[in-house]
């Protein structure tokens, strides 16, 4: 029995077989936790003019013999207005002065001095749609000098979930965030237009789509011997440290420098060996996490050696245990 005890002892606290370091960052398969293709941005040109767009409501000043107001024109989804005698008249895509001087030209032949005036009561024509991760989807007004940032503000900013536990949580994928324009995607990336970089955060235009997807954001597990192990919610970029910090830090019993990575199909996973005291030292890397990932926070030697010879001393007496324990040092 005592060589059994033995062999049973040497098992838990002898040295296992060596395990990769985690790659910094996941490579696998399937895993999507790379960023996507690097955006290259715009030069954005000149500003455009004031345009008018189908849902604009226009104020209509005729002048001649006698003054008429017409309000509450509205340009329709063809870019066109109605106006009493003259009938349809194209005014979409047109300036304030170009569309002043074709109603005036329209009107004319029925009175040849008549002047025109257009106010814009209402440009409800002049949105952009936001939709997905923001704290309001819908449609947003496009004001003068409004930019895509402006966009997203407009519509609440970025979705954040406050979790139970306290932790605030960003659910909008900014970096996966596309935006579009007459059916082309433009080569901004959202969350360098909301850091304020010109070559992203380019100028809005009526009509824009701006699509933010929520993160892939399934679970990471953090257990062994912590302070407190639980199953936090992955997002992009999460490190291995970040990770410990939100869960628990190692307790008196865990080894700081043997924490395992388990990745991939639970019946054939990889495991990759962490060490946090490589990382202080300047020696090691902080993996990223994959969605799924199980870190796993093995307890020191010591702690096994006075976990196994508390109970193997009932069990074979002070003398046998005394000589395990030399073994045991020996073999370590």
């Known amino acids: 029995m005592s ?16 395990v990769p370091r985690a790659p910094t960052v996941p490579t696998e398969a399937g895993l999507d936790s790379l960023p996507p293709a690097e955006r290259a941005g715009m030069d954005e040109g000149d500003p455009l003019p004031f345009a008018f767009f189908p849902g604009d409501v226009l104020t209509i000043t ?17 870019g066109r207005i109605h106006v009493p005698l003259v009938g349809d008249v194209s005014v979409g895509g047109e300036g304030l002065t170009e569309a002043e001087a074709r109603l005036e030209e329209a009107m004319q032949r029925f009175d ?133 910090a939100m869960a628990g830090s190692p307790n ?25 005291e490589d990382l202080q030292d300047g020696e090691g890397n902080d993996p990223i996490l994959a969605p799924g990932d199980v870190v796993i926070v093995h307890e020191s030697g010591g702690a096994k050696f006075g976990r196994v010879m508390a109970a193997l001393a009932p069990l074979i007496g002070a003398a046998v245990a005394i000589m395990v324990a030399v073994i045991l040092i020996e073999a370590n």
């Open 112 to 244: 040849r001095f008549v002047r025109v005036n257009i106010y814009v009561a209402d440009p409800a024509g002049h949105l952009a749609t936001v939709l997905g991760a923001v704290t309001t989807p819908g449609q947003v007004a496009v004001g003068p000098g409004a930019r895509i940032a402006d966009l997203v503000a407009g519509a609440g900013g970025p979705r954040i979930e406050v979790s139970q536990e306290g932790d605030y949580l960003d659910l909008a994928d900014l970096e996966r965030a596309t935006v579009h324009r007459d059916g082309e995607e433009l080569p901004v990336s959202l969350g360098r237009a909301l850091a304020g970089d010109p070559r992203h955060n380019v100028r809005a235009r009526p009509g824009d789509h701006v699509h933010i997807p929520a993160q892939n954001m399934p679970n990471v597990s953090v257990v062994g011997a912590l302070n407190g192990s639980r199953t936090i919610r992955h997002y992009r970029g999460m490190r291995v440290s970040a990770a410990l």
């Open 3 to 18: 060589r059994l005890v033995l062999i049973f002892a040497l098992g838990v606290v002898g040295c296992g077989s060596s």
């Open 62 to 78: 005729t002048i001649s013999s006698e003054t008429t107001v017409l309000e509450g024109v509205v340009v329709d989804e063809a």
């Open 252 to 276: 008196e019993f865990g080894d700081a420098d043997d924490i395992r990575n388990v990745r991939g199909d639970p019946e054939n996973p990889d495991v990759y060996a962490v060490s946090l």
